[in-house]
């Protein structure tokens, strides 16, 4: 089996999942090539412009013909392509061409995310509403969770085949001073970040503000330095959270469904509170985020404390860590079958 994964080359997280995707494939004895150059697909859009913007597009697509229809051919030689890219991009008709594309290789088209659409209501609408494209899109989904806004069970097209965090070699950190990770600011949600700020400043507890932009290996080196992770808005998944945990830093959050795809809960509820495990701390107003700091404060221990957090991950999401190894063997096995159908 040959599979090509086709994504981003800047450091978001669908190149992190691309390319841990590669060794979780590898491991199940799979060919596989990790391509960053997604921007194919959207020179296969077809725009309405105006004259002005369609000399550049035209100019681009021209100057990128003949490296496009190299690439092409080389996908041509894959069994599948896996997408990996955010959502709701991935479904954006006037960003990506996915239709196109799947008719210059003829072969199945995979996407790869860490929500599956079809566990988020809201954001299916809102593609609905735009004329977009939905799930139909692609012919298998692919997912790190299989909870998102709500939760559903694996079918012939859909597959939480887990992340394999263990290859990132993130393990926890001994860290002799308490230190807190204060996430990037996010629009709209100011207020959480200057309360997290002051309750830190009053218990007197340093922190880390994360501004700009870093490299994978940057940022995972302050993920180190941190006892403590502050979320700044709702996660569909949140790839910082499990690298993180990972490294043995609690996670705080001032709801219980912020972290969406984190919530253990039987039957999660469409924005609703949810049930976390003992490596996330949830407090409501600044006088209980103080409570909170205080008594973690007391209670620290630099080794204990931290291998409490990552075992606390491990057992209660080991696909997370170690990968999903039966959906993902139940995905070979039918693009297997479609392999021998084309053949």
């Known amino acids: ?65 003949f490296k496009d229809k190299d690439l092409v051919k080389k996908l041509k030689e894959y069994d599948a392509v896996i997408m ?29 995310e860490v929500y ?46 887990g992340l394999f965090a263990k290859s990132w070699n993130l393990k926890p950190a001994v860290n002799e001073e308490i230190i807190a990770i204060v996430d990037f600011v996010q629009p709209g949600y100011k207020e959480h970040r200057k309360i997290q700020m002051e309750a830190l400043k009053k218990v007197g507890i340093k922190y880390i503000s994360l501004e700009g932009s870093y490299s994978i290996e940057e940022i995972r080196n302050i993920y180190r330095q941190g006892s403590m992770y502050f979320m700044q808005s709702s996660e569909a998944f949140g790839l910082p959270l499990l690298e993180c945990l990972c490294c043995g830093c609690q996670v705080f959050t001032p709801f219980s469904w912020w972290p969406m795809s984190w919530r253990l809960d039987k039957e999660p509820l469409l924005h609703g509170e949810g049930i976390l495990p003992d490596c996330f701390t949830v407090y409501n107003t600044e006088e209980q985020l103080i409570n909170q ?34 959906e993902l063997k139940r995905l070979l096995t039918n693009l297997q079958n479609c392999k021998n159908n084309l053949n």
């Not at 596989?32 to 550049?56: A, G, M, W």
């Not at 079809?118 to 299916?124: D, E, K, L, S, V």
């Not at 973690?296 to 080794?303: A, D, E, G, H």
Request: glycine letters at 2%; proline letters at 6%.
């Open 116 to 161: 599956y659409l079809g566990n988020a209501p809201t954001q299916i609408d809102f593609l609905r509403k735009n004329g977009d494209a939905l799930e139909d899109r692609f012919d298998f989904h692919l997912s790190v969770s299989n909870v998102t806004e709500i939760k559903q069970p694996p079918s012939d097209t859909y597959y939480p085949i």
């Open 293 to 326: 700091l205080n008594h973690f404060k007391s209670n620290y221990q630099p080794v204990i404390s931290a291998e409490r957090v990552f075992k606390t991950l491990l057992e209660n999401y080991p696909s997370f860590y170690y990968g999903n190894q039966k």
């Open 84 to 112: 990996s890219e955010c959502s709701p991009n991935g479904f954006w008709k006037r960003l990506y061409n996915v239709e196109k594309f799947r008719k210059l290789v003829r072969k199945p088209i995979l996407f790869y």
């Open 1 to 65: 089996m040959k599979i090509a994964i086709l994504t981003r080359p800047d450091n978001r997280s669908p190149k992190v999942l691309s390319d841990t995707l590669k060794r979780q494939l590898e491991n199940e004895k799979v060919y596989v090539e990790v391509f960053y150059k997604i921007d194919l697909l959207q020179r296969l859009v077809t725009q309405k412009v105006n004259k002005l913007s369609l000399f550049f597009w035209l100019k681009k697509k021209v100057s990128y013909f």
